[in-house]
């Protein structure tokens, strides 16, 4: 009885195994072609540049330099610099609207520098999205956090990484629609 069992809980172990080769095989031979750009994206020439908001919680000294603008106006810098799309003034002239918003969501968590260890209350992010201003429609979106620390220079340098990390995305998608648009036949 006993070797019966075991030639049992072999055999299904054997079967389970192979099984699980089969599935990982397929899991892995499937390529998901990626998604299309919107076409507004891909064809688009004007862009107005929409400031959504900023804020610092903080209340005593403003965790980061400059004004509650400073998001929008790096933004708008480096969209006019990169020099693909021509800023408009009024939404209704562009083919694509841009929102740029900085908010720091309040979280807690430990933050270690050293020796020193102290509290981030806030997750500072950037939101960007691209939206058709003609029927308000939502088309892209990107968030990129900036990295917490615990001197004020190091937070202003962190807060110009991600605002490159935020331009990068919009470039990528601009160029990904680009790319692809070159490709169709």
Known sequence: MARHCNGVVLSIGL?????????????????????PVPQQIVMAKKV?????????????????SGSAERAYNQFYAAMKTWGKYELTSVPADADLAFEIQFT?????????????????????????VIRDPKTNSLLWGFTEHVQWALFKGNRDKNFDLAMAKIVADVQSVSGSAVAALKGKP
């Open 104 to 128: 720091m969501p309040p979280i807690s968590r430990a933050v270690f520098h050293g020796d020193s260890t102290g509290a981030a209350s806030y997750d500072p992010q950037f939101r960007v």
């Open 48 to 64: 107005f540049v929409a400031n959504a908001g900023s804020e610092d919680r903080s209340s005593d000294e403003p965790e980061f």
């Open 15 to 35: 079967a389970i195994s192979l099984l699980q080769g089969a599935v990982l095989t397929a899991q892995q031979s499937k390529q998901v072609p990626p998604a």
